[in-house]
C-alpha cells in the first residue's frame, strides 16, 4: 500500500503543466476536445465563440465596433461550416495570428486589419488545412472571428462591386493586401452623404495592385 501511495505521489508531481491561458498549446488542448467530438457538442463549443458586445469593444479597433451586430449575423451564417469542418479529429497545431503569415487563409489575412498591432489572436488547423477562424483568448475561453471578412466586403461592395472583387485577392503580403487595408478603412469610414473620393482613389490603385498579374 505504502509503494502504491508512494508511486500515485511520483506520477502526480510529473504531471504536465497546463498550458497558460491563450498560449497555442492552450488552443490545440482546447481544440482537441472539440475536433471529432459529436455533433450537438461541435454545435455548442463553436456557437460560443461568438464575441459579445462588450468583448468585441474591447477587441477590434475602433472603426470595427459598429460592425458587431452583422458580425453576430455573419457568424450565425458561418456555424455549419464549422461544424462540418471539426467533424472528423486528427492533428491540431496552432500558431499567432500575424501580419504577412503565408500560410493564412485570405480571410484571416483581412482580419488582421480589424485587430491592434500585436494583438495576441491565434490561427489553427486541423488535419494540415486552416481552421478560418481568427482565435481570440477571453480568460480561459476562446472566442473567434469569424465571418467579420464577409462584413466588410459586403460593406465595400454596397459602395464600389468592382472594387470589392479587387479586395477579395488581399489578405497575403504584399502591395494589394496593403491598398486592401485602405480600401476597408476607406469604406468603412464612407456613410451617407459622405465624400468618397478616398474610395475611388484607392479602389483605382487595386486595379494595378490586385489585378491579374499583380504580385
Request: contains cysteine; aromatic residues 6%; proline residues 7%.
Amino acid at each position: 500500500m505504502r509503494r502504491a501511495l508512494v508511486l500515485v505521489v511520483v506520477a502526480a508531481c510529473h504531471d504536465a503543466p497546463r498550458p497558460p491561458a491563450g498560449s497555442p498549446e492552450a488552443l490545440v488542448a482546447y481544440l482537441q476536445g472539440v475536433a471529432g467530438a459529436d455533433e450537438v457538442t461541435r454545435e455548442r463549443e463553436i456557437a460560443g465563440w461568438q464575441l459579445d458586445e462588450a468583448l468585441w469593444d474591447h477587441t477590434v479597433v475602433a472603426l470595427y465596433r459598429p460592425l458587431h451586430a452583422e458580425y453576430q449575423r455573419a457568424f450565425t451564417d458561418q456555424v455549419p461550416a464549422l461544424v462540418a469542418r471539426l467533424a472528423h479529429g486528427g492533428p491540431i497545431t496552432a500558431r499567432r495570428h500575424y501580419a504577412g503569415d503565408p500560410r493564412l487563409t485570405l480571410p484571416q489575412g483581412r482580419d488582421r486589419w480589424a485587430l491592434p498591432a500585436l494583438f495576441p489572436s491565434l490561427v489553427a488547423e486541423a488535419g494540415g488545412a486552416p481552421i478560418d477562424a481568427v482565435f481570440v483568448p477571453d480568460g480561459e475561453r476562446w472566442c473567434a472571428l469569424v465571418g467579420l471578412d464577409a462584413v466588410v466586403r459586403a460593406r465595400v461592395a454596397a459602395l464600389d462591386p468592382g472594387c470589392a472583387a479587387l479586395l477579395a485577392r488581399a489578405g497575403a503580403a504584399g502591395r494589394c493586401t496593403d491598398v486592401g487595408a485602405a480600401i476597408a478603412d476607406a469604406a468603412l469610414r464612407t456613410g451617407p452623404g459622405a465624400d468618397r473620393d478616398r474610395l475611388a482613389h484607392v479602389c483605382r490603385l487595386a486595379e494595378t495592385l490586385c489585378g491579374k498579374g499583380s504580385p
